[in-house]
């Protein structure tokens, strides 16, 4: 009983250093991270420079190893740290912290992997909480909710997209005749992609008369294809906030934030705040 008892204690004062900012400790650990994390980032960018690579190829190497185990047991700590651990492993910011190291291991199987690390940039994210701007972690999760509510509308709206490109491009297939470029129904697909989204390489593009007819149509219904999104997405944000989250006091069971401001319990795992 005392040994559980000892173990909590210890569990409780670790998830205050990790997860907490507003102690000494608390900050302290957080302001090392963030130190750790842009020194890693560092290394990883002069290696891709050929002449440093060169020269000190050793050197980065065990910088990165040695980055990415102290990355590991701070990942470690966090899953012990809290009383739900797959909860926090599922979290954005347990997600995030996964990524951060899985570079380094994938390396041993797949050359060059290591490049991936950068994903550590997504870790400065933190940096919102290590020094007390909560607004901006306030905000971010605002436009989280919003496009996570509009997901399933833009993906409809992208599937009548696709279908839309698909039709189009067989149609220029077809009227070009699979000359000028369009020498398949796929190529004609990826010129309908490229003109309806605005882009326009110019590697592709139509001379019969009526093939530029048709151009025009899909250029015009560009403009308002882009249009769409945007206005799916600034009505989610409006419902969104007139539901915004204030409170940014970290769940000591699942590591997870953004819940109502006079919340006694979490809201993704029951654990009392």
Partial sequence: MAMNSKASSLQNRLHEIIFESDTPEGKAFDVALLVAIVGSIVVVLLDSLPALH?????LFMRL?????????????LRLYSVYKPMRYALSFFGIIDLL????????????GAQTLLVLRTLRLLRVFRIFGLQQYLTEMRFLG????????????FLFIVLTVVIILG???????????GFTS????I????VTITTVGYGDISPVTPLGKFVAS?????GYGILAVPTGIITSEMTTAARHKKDNNQVCPGCGKEGHEADAAYCKYCGTKM
């Fill in 54 to 58: 060169a020269r000190h190829q050793q």
């Fill in 64 to 76: 990165e190893w040695a980055f990415t185990i102290l990355f590991t047991i701070e990942y470690l």
């Fill in 100 to 111: 951060a190291i899985l570079p380094s291991f994938l390396s041993l199987f797949v050359a």
């Fill in 145 to 156: 909710g919003a496009l996570k509510a509009s997901l399933n509308k833009i993906l409809i």
């Fill in 170 to 180: 067989a149609v220029m297939f077809l009227v070009e005749d699979g000359a000028n």
């Fill in 185 to 188: 129904i796929p190529e004609s």
């Fill in 190 to 193: 990826y010129w309908a992609i």
């Fill in 217 to 221: 149509i899909i250029m015009l219904l």
